[in-house]
Every structure is written in structure tokens, then in C-alpha cells.
């Protein structure tokens, strides 16, 4: 009877723990902060297994969800009425965030022309200037599954970044 409690507590310890493992293999966010970025293998792409993101009302395993949850997790939350991806900018830019075509670390990369009329998201994990940038993103390769990809600077024209609110 302890075997069967001790493999119960453990099984569900490791659930618990398994999106912050995942997390932190992938983007090392714990070690970051405005001024560092880390750089993601671009071949990792792994399926996002974690319990709901408390406070996260976007739909579950799509892009937006995702970046939610990274922004939170930089401690630089955005709110969860923008509504699909189409529409990011747009309402950031009525809640007064600053919307540029300049990528930076924790930005949130939007591409409107994505997914037949629905746009993209995804979370700007690095920048090397002038050169390239580096995104980390779910539902690109298949739903629920995130992976990483690098762009180069003569695709900004494509996208705009979204950044902090604007005081």
C-alpha cells in the first residue's frame, strides 16, 4: 500500500514539474531578463504536456496561448482580450503597447498574413542585430507542439513586434 502511495505522489509531482523542465530546456527563461536572451535549437520542437496556464483564456495549444504564457513568465503579462492572433496588434496598440517592425528580446513577433486570415504569434527569444532573430513558438508544425525557428532581419518587413505598454 506505501509503494502504490509513493508511486501515486511521485507520478503526480512529476506532472506538475514537467512544463517548467520543458520550459527551462527549451528557453533556460528562469536565467533571463531584459537585457539577455538565450538561443533555442532550432530542431527542438516538443508537445506542450503541462496542466492549464492559470489566467491563460486563449484556446489551448494555439499560438496565442503560448505566448501568453511566456510573457508571463518573463514577468511582462499582456491581457487576454486580444483574441486571435490577427487582431494582436491592433489591440495592443489600443492599450497603448508600443508596435514597431524591431524585433527584441520578449517581444511577441506577429505575422498577419499568417493561417489563412487568423495571423501568428510567437515569443522573440533572441535578436542578433542586423542579422537575425529567433522565435519561439506552438501550433506552427501542429497543434499543441512548440518549436523555434530563426528569421532573417530581411523578412522584418513581414512582421510587428509588440512590446511593452507605454507609460
Known amino acids: 500500500m506505501r509503494s502504490v502511495w509513493l508511486v501515486t505522489a511521485f507520478l503526480i509531482m512529476l506532472l506538475m514539474i514537467m512544463p517548467a523542465i520543458a520550459l527551462a530546456s527549451l528557453t533556460n527563461l528562469g536565467a533571463l531578463n ?3 536572451s538565450s538561443y533555442l535549437d532550432n530542431k527542438n520542437v516538443f508537445i506542450y504536456t503541462g496542466p492549464l496556464i492559470k489566467g491563460d483564456y486563449y484556446a489551448f495549444g494555439n499560438c ?5 504564457y511566456l510573457r508571463k513568465e518573463i514577468n511582462q503579462p499582456i491581457p487576454t482580450t486580444w483574441g486571435n492572433a490577427i487582431s494582436w496588434a491592433v489591440n495592443a496598440q489600443k492599450g497603448n503597447y508600443l508596435v514597431n517592425n524591431i524585433p527584441s528580446f520578449g517581444a511577441i513577433m506577429q505575422d498577419p498574413n499568417a493561417y489563412g486570415g487568423l495571423g501568428h504569434v510567437a515569443f522573440v527569444t533572441n535578436v542578433n542585430p542586423g542579422v537575425n ?3 519561439s513558438e506552438m501550433n506552427r508544425v501542429g497543434f499543441d507542439e512548440v518549436d523555434s ?6 523578412q ?7 512590446h511593452d505598454q507605454i507609460n
Open 34 to 36: 531584459s537585457t539577455t
Open 64 to 68: 496565442t496561448y503560448w505566448v501568453y
Open 133 to 135: 532573430f529567433t522565435i
Open 149 to 154: 525557428r530563426t528569421i532573417s532581419f530581411t
Open 156 to 162: 522584418l518587413s513581414k512582421y510587428n513586434f509588440i
